[in-house]
């Protein structure tokens, strides 16, 4: 079964390409390459965040079947330090997100075990909070985990995002109808929390981040990325460079462009400049306290569902022969 499994997502990976060859190029205009993971033990990059407090730093962690391990990368893509999560798991680590603790200033770093390929396997996922280290040093740092399931059922999820504003955290799932699940106000470790929709993502979302500020949010999907208001309403459609399997996605500091990675050995991260509807100077209100009131009033408000694109069309029918095939072979494997 294995084989098969490994055989049939090939399949779709090519109906993939396919898709992708046949759809208009990606704009180069105002993206670049940052930089390029030199360390070999990078090689599923699955999360990325920009350092709250070190500047120049960025953290990446490998997807699954790896130990619980993130790496502290500078400007020129070397690993300045490796940090090991005390007592957690690794099942399937998708995203990671940054923020600061409001009452220190600390950096906070999140962790998500949230992958599910089979949306269902696992009777919770966990987030880990790791408060982040004020030196680059190699070291094994303690870590809060937080138990989540979903209040609609299991699910494959590979974003999550915090709200700098209220300090909320969010999770979007990965799926054809994708959603947005908030969490709790206050996270409790001795019992599950449990994750309600609020709103709508696009197909099959691999990545989201919440900007520096909090008046907007991204979510990144395998060939697009998409700005949002808190509320959910869209701002801007934001197009990525090609990459192997785009994974992740994050704001930089100043909130004016995005970054973007890939899986792979040696994989690229990508600065994509935002388009002047999304910039921080042409959103609503930059005083905290408007912010605070905005993001109050809007962020529990379902988000509408956003109509398909061409190419979320051809995503779509390379799904359906992708399912076909799963159907079909596992029909002939099981007469």
């Not at 098969?4 to 390459?33: D, N």
């Not at 070291?139 to 709200?163: K, S």
């Amino acid at each position: 079964m294995g084989d098969l499994l490994q055989r049939t997502t090939a399949g779709v990976v090519a109906v993939f390409a396919v898709c992708l060859a046949a759809s208009p190029a990606f704009a180069e205009e105002g993206e670049k390459k940052l930089f390029t993971f030199k360390d070999p033990r990078i090689t599923e990059s699955s999360g990325l965040a920009v350092s709250p407090t070190l500047e120049g730093v960025f953290y990446t962690h490998n997807d699954s079947s790896a130990a619980p391990t993130f790496y502290a990368v500078g400007t020129d893509g070397r690993t300045r330090a490796t940090f090991r999560v005390q007592g957690a798991q690794a099942r399937d680590w998708e995203a990671m997100a940054a923020s600061k603790d409001p009452a220190t200033g600390r950096g906070v770093l999140w962790f998500a075990d949230i992958g599910d390929n089979l949306n269902g396997a696992w009777p919770d996922v966990s987030v880990y909070k790791v408060m982040e280290p004020s030196s680059l040093r190699n070291a094994t740092l303690p870590a809060v985990r937080y138990r989540f399931r979903y209040a609609d059922g299991a699910r494959n999820a590979e974003g999550i995002m915090v709200n700098p504003v209220t300090g909320r955290l969010f999770v979007v799932s990965k799926e054809f109808s994708g959603s947005v699940y908030q969490a709790p106000k206050k996270l409790r470790t001795d019992r599950v929390n449990v994750l309600r929709k609020v709103g709508a993502a696009p197909i099959m979302a691999t990545d989201a981040a919440y900007a520096p500020d909090g008046t907007s949010y991204v979510i990144r999907t395998y060939f697009s990325a998409t700005v949002y208001r808190p509320s959910g309403e869209s701002i801007a459609k934001v197009s990525m460079p090609e990459l192997k399997q785009a994974e992740s996605i994050a704001y930089t500091s100043d909130g004016k462009s995005l970054l973007t990675g890939s899986e792979g050995v040696r994989s690229p991260v990508y600065q994509v400049a935002l388009p002047a509807a999304a910039l921080p100077s042409t959103r609503p209100s930059s005083s905290p306290s408007a912010r605070s009131k905005a993001v109050a009033s809007s962020s529990a408000r379902p988000a509408p569902a956003e109509g398909l694109s061409p190419r979320d069309v051809l995503i779509w029918l390379a799904a359906a022969v992708g399912a076909t095939g799963v159907i079909a072979l596992v029909a002939r494997r099981t007469r």
